[in-house]
């Protein structure tokens, strides 16, 4: 559901009669990141970066309540579906298994912002506290210093994760750069912390998106309002959700304020495969690391990137996305040995391959 401030309350509660028209749109942008169903229909609710004030996430919420799961799935859903570019920062080891997935292992921060790499991972998880804090700091105003070299924001928007980073505030000066200059540099900042009381209201008045899971501290859920400009009269019962139940608070750039109460998180399992497709008689499902293979294999550098942006769903049709592969400069030979690799049959394929060519041939 979405409301303004004015109307927040009673359309947050799930009392509430009816879901504003209004949602439906939001809930289809094809620019959004899928969160979860909302509470009462069960509609589809996205997170749309583009539309909102700052690229900057807040996840807050007990141990246990679906933080980290909630930050996984956006992770995933960045790297898979929306062409960013992603740097993990990782205390506990949480993200190691997923990053896996992704990242070459000896990547660097730089790359990030030359393209060369669409994830950088830092496991800090064996490293004593103080070591893992001084690590965490050094990259943080490394990250700050690269993005204003870049001086633009480049071709790929630029997301840093890292755990409780409200805890670094006072020691790193490039998170505090990060977070007050990040949106005009292509670069967000995506934390969680079950706390906010050591971050101030300056920092927290930059952030444009919050999740707040299940929390029994009314001081953070006051935080939270004054960020939002909402009254706490307008935030539901924290206490009682539901573990992967959450309340999403975004700012726009409109300066409207809009609230979602998500009755679960989807989850990984939804969005680790991808569904090639053609009409209704042939459906292929392979991984999305399998996928991305695929894609690397046949074409090289923006040409891969503009095809996983151009078929940014996981589901795809056949013909929809051959036409991408040509249209990047693949060889045919290539597709058609690649298609072949993960199950396609020949017949399927030369049906696609003809219908591909005679749309690109009429573009």
């Known amino acids: 559901m979405i409301a303004n401030s004015q109307t927040l309350s009673p359309l947050i509660c799930p009392q509430g009669s009816s879901e504003p028209g209004s949602a439906r749109s939001y809930a289809q942008s094809r620019n959004g990141i899928l969160i979860g169903m909302s509470y009462r229909f069960a509609a589809p609710v996205f997170l749309d970066l583009c539309d909102a004030m ?3 996430i807040l996840i807050c919420g007990m141990t246990g309540s679906g933080k980290t799961y909630l930050t996984k799935c956006i992770l995933m859903r960045l790297l898979s579906f929306c062409d960013a570019n992603v740097i993990a920062i990782d205390f506990t080891g949480e993200y190691a298994q997923l990053a896996e997935w992704f990242y070459d292992k000896g990547s660097i921060p730089e790359n990030l912002f030359t393209a060369q790499q669409h994830m950088c991972y830092l496991g800090l998880n064996q490293m004593d506290d103080t070591a893992r804090v001084d690590a965490a700091c050094a990259t943080l105003d490394l990250m700050a210093v690269l993005m204003r070299q870049r001086g633009g924001s480049g071709p790929r928007p630029i997301f840093i994760i890292i755990d409780e980073a409200w805890k670094l505030i006072k020691r790193s000066k490039g998170l505090e750069v990060i ?10 900042l995506i934390t969680s912390s079950q ?5 101030s209201m300056e920092v927290m008045s930059n952030v444009a998106t919050t999740f707040v899971f299940r929390t029994t501290n009314a001081h953070s859920l006051e935080i939270i309002a004054r960020s939002h400009g909402i009254s706490m009269g307008a935030i539901p019962d924290m206490r009682a959700l539901d573990r992967g139940s959450c309340l999403m608070v975004s700012i726009h750039k409109s300066a409207n304020t809009s609230a979602f109460l998500i009755r ?11 569904s090639i497709l053609k009409g209704k008689k042939m459906e292929v499902k392979i991984g999305i690391r399998e996928f991305n293979g695929l894609i690397n294999s046949l074409c090289t550098g923006d ?3 503009r095809v996983r942006q151009g078929v940014s769903s996981p589901r795809i049709e056949l013909t929809e996305l051959i036409c991408a592969l040509i249209e990047a400069g693949a060889q045919r030979r290539g597709i058609l040995c690649g298609l072949r690799k993960i199950g396609i049959q020949d017949c399927d394929i030369a049906d696609s391959f003809a219908m591909a060519i005679a749309r690109v041939n009429t573009k």
């Open 195 to 199: 706390l906010l009381q050591d971050s």
């Open 179 to 188: 977070i007050r200059e990040g949106r005009k540099y292509g670069v967000g």
């Open 303 to 305: 040409a891969a990137s």
């Open 264 to 274: 679960s998180v989807s989850g990984l399992e939804e969005m680790d495969t991808v």
């Open 54 to 56: 700052n690229p900057h």
